[in-house]
T-cell receptor, first 114, second 114 residues
Framework: KAGVTQTPRYLIKTRGQQVTLSCSPI?????VSWYQQTPGQGLQFLFE???????NKGNFPGRFSGRQFSNSRSEMNVSTLELGDSALYLC?????????????FGPGTRLTVL | AQSVTQPDIHITVSEGASLELRCNYS??????LFWYVQSPGQGLQLLLK??????LVQGIKGFEAEFKRSQSSFNLRKPSVHWSDAAEYFC????????????FGAGTILRVKS
């Protein structure tokens, strides 16, 4: 069974641009969560999508958005990039809707904002 | 609100020595508790989880953890560390009320001396 796939793996953007990251969950998984990992703030929850609906949102500005498609693939978008958005963005997929199920993490997308 | 504290930022142990990584959580109800490991440039891999029942849980790679409600702790242990265990370890807490959202600790970097 293929694992969680994230594309692209590396991305370099400049301030003010926007970026879209993609996450393909494990086949059959309906929930995708996104996390931002930085040296200063650690791992922070961005949002979770379950069956195409955003169920939970972390404390991030509205520049961060996401969506989930009917095949459970998810995208997150960051508009008007700032230097502080440089981070490793991880997505995690799980079969069901509560955290007492194992979440499988992808390798992440490393975003660098110049 | 949920929170997780990992008091040790770095730990160095000799190969073959025992290991204990500390984790304290704050959450009013019954938490779901996890330990993840991250190697450089990689995503997160689940080592073990606690949802309910037996408070001593066994995980992969010879790791175990004990849930102590009275101390709000979920410490990770391994009786004999291998050089390949060098990585960063994250404790995380979830709850039924928060869907698949996980709150992570700041992480503990484990260095293994040969």
């Amino acid at each position: 069974k293929a694992g969680v796939t994230q594309t692209p793996r590396y991305l370099i953007k400049t301030r003010g641009q926007q970026v879209t990251l993609s996450c393909s969950p494990i086949s059959g998984h309906r929930s995708v969560s996104w996390y931002q990992q930085t040296p200063g703030q650690g791992l922070q929850f961005l949002f979770e999508y379950f069956s195409e609906t955003q169920r939970n949102k972390g404390n991030f500005p509205g520049r961060f958005s996401g969506r989930q498609f009917s095949n459970s693939r998810s995208e997150m978008n960051v508009s008007t990039l700032e230097l502080g958005d440089s981070a490793l963005y991880l997505c995690a997929s799980t079969y069901a809707g509560t955290s007492n199920n194992e979440q499988f993490f992808g390798p992440g997308t490393r975003l660098t904002v110049l | 609100a949920q929170s997780v504290t990992q008091p040790d930022i770095h730990i160095t142990v000799s190969e073959g020595a025992s290991l204990e990584l500390r984790c304290n959580y704050s959450y009013g109800a019954t938490p779901y508790l996890f330990w993840y490991v991250q190697s450089p440039g990689q995503g997160l891999q689940l080592l073990l989880k606690y949802f309910s029942g037996d408070t001593l849980v066994q995980g992969i790679k010879g790791f175990e953890a004990e849930f102590k409600r009275s101390q709000s702790s979920f410490n990770l242990r391994k009786p004999s560390v291998h050089w390949s265990d060098a990585a960063e370890y994250f404790c995380a807490v979830g709850a039924k009320e928060y869907g698949n959202k996980l709150v992570f600790g700041a992480g503990t970097i484990l260095r293994v001396k040969s």
